[in-house]
């Protein structure tokens, strides 16, 4: 199922995910933006590919341990430039739906409009 993100097959990678299947864990449950994000050297192309299509960074990739904290202890103890770009793109994300959840929400009348 990740041969194409294992071989950095870009093209392969759009043949086999997309918005249907983009979160989809094997049987393992691991799911391919997991993979992508955590390879030795791996591909910011096909990670932001991921993301476009919809992959939720929201999930632990062991117990206790989420996706973006195994991303920036790998960034943090390595040289890999790529590591670092791809925690800061999951960063951005973070920080855009923290923001979705915190900021919209309905808004509440005044005391003067509830009086009117």
Do not use: Q
């Not at 041969?3 to 391919?32: K, L």
């Not at 590919?49 to 989420?66: H, P, Q, R, T």
């Not at 040289?79 to 855009?96: Q, T």
């Amino acid at each position: 199922m990740f041969s194409s993100i294992w071989a950095s097959d870009e093209n392969a990678v759009r043949d086999t995910f997309g918005f249907d299947n983009v979160d989809t864990a094997d049987s393992y449950g691991v799911r391919p933006l997991h993979v992508a994000c955590l390879r030795v050297y791996p591909d910011f192309e096909i990670v932001s590919y991921l993301l476009g299509m919809g992959a939720s960074i929201d999930f632990e990739v062991s117990e206790g341990l989420s996706l973006i904290d195994a991303v920036r202890e790998r960034a943090i103890s390595s040289d890999i430039e790529s590591m670092k770009s791809i925690l800061h793109l999951l960063e951005n994300i973070e920080f855009k739906n923290h923001l979705s959840d915190t900021l919209i929400k309905p808004v509440k009348k005044t005391i003067r409009e509830k009086n009117v």
